[in-house]
């Protein structure tokens, strides 16, 4: 029953803005780390930003830091990925996620990710 929606992709300009919204249904959203990972054509997928249960740790992958902005609000169940300065090579398949458990780290890893929405195309030209 654990559902997640994202929603925000689109095209954009080299430079430009995109706001990705994920809405998470099903069971407690606030006891979960969440996150964002995308996956280009001909490309592993690749771990984006995440955010603790109480949105207290952001962590970002090198390639985003200071571009992107990981955030989420427990009340309305949804986080959200900030994305300025857009990039050619920020285009693809934006995914968000989350744990099926409590853990005490951060995980990068897909694999470490019980759930998942079913992405939104984002596409920046140059």
């Avoid at 989350?98 to 140059?126: L, M």
């Amino acid at each position: 029953q654990v559902q997640l929606v994202e929603s925000g992709g689109g095209l954009v300009q080299a430079g430009g803005s995109l706001r990705l919204s994920c809405v998470v249904s099903g069971r407690t959203f606030s006891s979960y780390d969440m996150g964002w990972f995308r996956q280009a054509p001909g490309k592993e997928r690749e771990f984006v930003a995440a955010i603790t249960g109480s949105g207290d740790r952001p962590y970002y992958a090198d390639s985003v830091k200071g571009r992107f902005t990981i955030s989420r609000d427990n009340a309305k169940n949804t986080v959200y990925l900030q994305m300025n300065s857009l990039k050619p090579e920020d285009t693809a398949v934006y995914c968000c996620a989350q744990r099926g458990a409590y853990f005490p780290r951060i995980s990068t890893i897909p694999s470490e990710y019980d759930y998942w929405g079913q992405g939104t195309q984002v596409t920046v030209s140059s």
